[in-house]
Structures are given as structure tokens and as C-alpha cells.
């Protein structure tokens, strides 16, 4: 990596080792910054390890619009409580936590009063490149430690490892949230489109919430993982017979795929009253043809994460049931390379950097 570079942040807070991205189109490498100084209601956290997520890659490449740079990525944080405020009653030095995709939000409009703090009216303040409470840019979780408000800190199940953990805080949740809310289980029959981050943890979850599962991928490379994930069969959606032999089958589909696909065609397996829910994010517009909805009354829908409460009580379903993500586990040196499998699909299923590497 090149030289390490100084963000500037502001002052009375804690200097930080991180690896950030200095504009969109190069590598990245190390940055000094500084965490904000700890409030009555923080909970500075060493941070052990941060999960890779194809959202980062999105976010510091500017494809989801200019960001400020240098940019700090990383959504899927565990580690242990270093010290916490005057004020924290929740957590205490040494326990296990955890930090998702978002550290804040307005606390007062109907949505966060629901518990969908992921959903706040007023925007919720993401974990990485969002306005701080301070006024400063947020950075994610390639540094070696975070101060986050008590109120958008997870506690980790003992059953759980950190690192296996970490992708729960992102991955997990945006695909058990819908899973959750369109209600799949017994009796039900979910299918899910790719077989990466998140496909594979929506295949754990669903086959542990008791759904008949099918997995929907561009080829069967990956039909063996997909059945011992969980899944009860395994199609390749290259073949023109998948959807013919398909069609009306499903009650939920989870498309956990970045990039274009053609929407028309996976709305035809739904049955009458079937969701197409969205949870991966392309960078481009997804066109939807509407006489696919309209005839059998199926719907097409996005997904974001869960909010605090529901990400606590994905954690300990996952603790309970024996899921974590299926990982590997990085230095700190290697994330542009990382980065680069990510995009080329070269991952079973999930990376993780071990900060103790920066």
C-alpha cells in the first residue's frame, strides 16, 4: 500500500489507523483519522474485524453519486467495548459487540418510533460517508477502532464468533428482514437469486425459519454449496427451461444480486400474491414491466436493512439456529485484491478483514 495520508477531522477526539479510498477510480490504501471525542451516550469500540461488502465497493467508487473523499468503507463491525460514556447503562468494557450499517437517526418521526430506525424520515446517519451528529463525515470499519451512540450497538451472542459474526451486521439482517415480513416459513416457498454475501445467508436463514428454498443462479457452479446451505433444489437461470419449468411456483423471491437482471422474467415465477423483493443494489435503474404485476397480482419491492431491535433479534436467531457466515478472513493488505474477487464473484461467501492487521 502507499504511504499512510492524514483525514481531517475534528480535534479532542482519538487517531485512528484505517484504509480508505482516496478517489474513485484508485486503490486503497492506509489513512490516519480521527474518531470524534466520547460523549455521555458513546461506546468507543476496538474494532477485530469488518466484514467486506459489495455496498462498499459501490459507495467508494461514487457509483451511487460523489462522496467526499478519502472514504473510510465498512458496515460489518464486531469487536469488544474499549470504555463507554458517563452515561451508557447498556454495555459495559469487554463485552462483545457489534456495529451495522447505520449509527444514528432522528429518534422522533414515526418510522424510528416503530423500531425502523433503517427507514428514519429524516435519513439515518450511515456508518461510513454520512453527515456525523458533529457535522463531520463519518468512516466505517477498515480502522482499528469506532465510537458509535450506545442506542445503534449490538451485542453479540456468546454462541457467535466475531468473525463469522461480522457479516450478520449487514448481510444477516438485509436478507432476515424480509424474510421476517413477508413471512416466510412453513408452507412457504422462497426462492433466491445468487448465491453470494447475501444470497448465501438468505439461504441459511429461510431454510432455518422452515421455508422450502430454491436457489436461482446464472449457472449450477455452485449447486453442491447451495444444497448443503440449506436450499432443496438449485436452477441455473442460463438455461431457458428454468423458467418455464418455474413459472407461478413461488411465494417470495429475494434477489440479492448487484446488478442488472431482467425483472419480467423472475416476476413470471411468482404465484398469485407473490413478492419480488430486492435487497441488492445495481448501480444502474431496473425496468419493470408492469403487465407481469398486474395479472396475478404480485408485487415488486425493495428491502433495506432491519432496524436496532430486528438486528438484535436476527443476531440471536442466528445464535440460536448455528448460522454465521461462511468467511475468509483477510489482512488488512490484502483488501484491494479482495475487492477485486468480490467483483469477479471469486469469494465462498463473504470476507473479513482482521483488523489487527492495520
Partial sequence: MSQTTTASTPANGTSARAVGAHAP??????????????????????????????????????????????????????GVVAEVGAEVTTFATGDRVGVGCMVNSCRECENCEAGNEQYCLAGNTQTYGSKDRDGTVTYGGYSDHVVVDEDFVLRIPDGLELDAAAPLLCAGITTYSPLRHWN???????????????????????????????????????????????????????????????????????????????????????????????????????PVPVFALIPQRRTFAGSAIGGIRETQEMLDFCAEHGIAADIEVISAGQVNEAWERVLASDVRYRFVIDNATL
Fill in 184 to 286: 416466510a416459513g412453513p408452507g412457504k416457498r422462497v426462492a433466491v437469486v445468487g448465491l453470494g454475501g447475501l444470497g448465501h445467508m438468505a439461504v441459511k436463514i429461510a431454510h432455518a425459519l422452515g421455508a422450502e428454498v430454491t436457489v436461482l443462479s446464472q449457472s449450477l457452479r455452485k449447486r453442491e454449496d447451495g444444497l448443503k446451505l440449506g436450499a432443496s433444489a438449485y436452477h441455473a437461470t442460463s438455461d431457458e427451461d428454468t423458467f418455464t419449468e418455474l413459472a407461478g411456483r413461488f411465494d417470495l423471491i429475494i434477489n440479492t444480486v448487484s446488478a442488472r437482471i431482467d425483472i419480467g422474467r423472475f416476476l413470471s415465477l411468482l404465484r398469485t400474491d407473490g413478492a419480488l423483493v430486492n435487497v441488492g443494489a445495481p448501480p444502474e435503474p431496473l
Fill in 25 to 78: 477510480d484508485g486503490p486503497l490504501g492506509p489513512l490516519e483519522i480521527q474518531r470524534r471525542a466520547v460523549g455521555p451516550k458513546d461506546v468507543p469500540i476496538d474494532i477485530r474485524f469488518c466484514g467486506i461488502c459489495h455496498s462498499d465497493i459501490h459507495f467508494a467508487r461514487g457509483e451511487w453519486g460523489g462522496i467526499p473523499y478519502p472514504a473510510v468503507p465498512g458496515h460489518e463491525i464486531t
